[in-house]
């Protein structure tokens, strides 16, 4: 409603409202031009007095072409460039999310290969120490043999002179006179191998020269970058060069080398024991075919036919055994909770938390084998394909993409993956046209090799085995990235690098093994027939 003039308030025409806001009970039926206001009769001698009036129904027809015309552009053009916008930025909302995600990834990638890439020349130079070191011992034991024989000899010609002097004939001592004109000589020292290392004391630039370029660009973000590579002393930017670190290395002389036999450092491959230790070895009172070592040198069992999850200590004590209402076919162990995932034969795939086996999620088909990664996701080996999921069961990505004709797994029945480079390694037991292998996939899944058992000649069993295909019936990533395999026709233990190289055999047995685990230590829990357990140590500590 209108509000008086005489309060110095302005007066006001509600939306909808008829009635005059000036006169009382005065309908709305005028239209001032002049004050672009509506009016009533009698507003012709007071607020709109003189001022050009028309009837209100004369407006209706431009005013409703007006809003006519509002409705079809506002259709037309508007909302449907609205329209595009949303989407537009839909599309940019996910875009945006995904090329951070690939960048993440990008970097974490290149991390890592740097981390390895650092481990394997830093195993490599320790090994080549160590071949110095013993080379050097081997001289310096043989030069102290020398010096002692020399020793003993002096002493005895020193003997000698002195019997000569006190009693000898004329004719001993001109003999004995004769020999000291040839004394035995000193052993020549020998020249030892050397080494030197000089650390680079500012290594920033080198790391991010190695690490790669980092273009950021929008609202400061760039700016924000550079000043903390200021921050870390970098004010020459992301290429700026600081000296390199030096290693000097001398060995012995050729000629020393072939007489010691030494071999020439290729690889780390030096850091693995010559022969592998048994650490234990005992009989377990259930059948085990998977294993997971924890991280306080216990490990956890389950039997493919079996409902019970059991918890052994490092002399296979029973510690605790958990109860399920199914047949368990595979567990895994969580690197990043430490607790025990399991999928069962029903399709279920469970979470140990407290002692009590929590239902997670399901899926459609089959789960033949399981892993839980360092992100936390669960890899299932299903027929034909794996899948990651989510602890809740979304599903990340599978190998079985659409249209796909060929898979890049066929039977999948263990899944291990690297706690270096996070490769995802699968014993696929069939491998089409029942080739059975073991699959290493990036994370990805782009297939980075495929090894079916090929092991140099040196190598190759005498046995009956010998002539059986290649089975891999386990596989599990060491703590340095290298792959235990468990060949079960050959009744063998495989080792392999992350590259798909063979290193060697780790063991052979007369029973087939049927699982394998590798805890913190690299000490590997191997499983022969369904219940002899193994502890080998092939790697020095």
Known sequence: MATSLNKGQIPFRVKGQTNCVHHKGGQLDLYCEECQQLACIN??????????????????????????????????????????????????????????????????????????????????????????????????????????????????????????????????????????????TIPVKPALGTASFSPNQNPQGDLKQAFGEVNISGQGQGQAFQSRDRSVGTSAGLFSTQPQAKLKIKTPSTTQQRSNGRKEVTSPVDTLLSQTKMLGEWESLCGITSVCPTTDGQVWTSYFSSKTLTLLDRNGKVIQEVKHNTKIRDISLSPTTNTMWVCDWENHIIELVSGRLVHRFSYGEEPRCICITASNHVIVGMDKHISIFTTKGTLVHTTLAAGTWKPLVHAPYRISECPVTHNVAVADIDGGKGKPCVVVMDTDFKVLFVYGGEVPLTYQPTSKSGGKQFYPWGVVYDSVGNLVIADYNKKRVLLISGRGEFLRNIHRDNNIPRAVGVDKADVLWTVFGFNNVKLLQYSRL
Request: charged share 25%.
């Open 43 to 184: 507003c012709l001698s007071s607020v709109h007095q003189k001022h050009s009036l028309c009837s209100l129904s004369e407006l209706t027809t431009q005013k409703k072409e007006d809003i006519q015309n509002f409705i079809d552009k506002s259709e037309k053009i508007d909302l449907v460039q609205i329209d595009q916008y949303i989407t537009v930025t839909d599309t940019h909302l996910k875009d945006n999310a995904g090329n951070f995600e690939k960048l993440s990834h990008q970097l974490k990638t290149q991390t890592n290969k740097l981390k390895l890439d650092l481990d394997l020349l830093t195993a490599e130079i320790l090994s080549l120490y160590q071949q110095i070191e013993e080379d050097n011992t081997k001289l310096l034991q043989s030069y102290k043999q020398d010096l002692e024989m020399y020793s003993t000899q002096l002493k005895n010609q020193v003997q000698e002179c002195k019997k000569a002097l006190q009693r000898g004939s004329d004719i001993q001592i001109y003999d004995t006179g004769c020999d000291i004109q040839s004394p035995v």
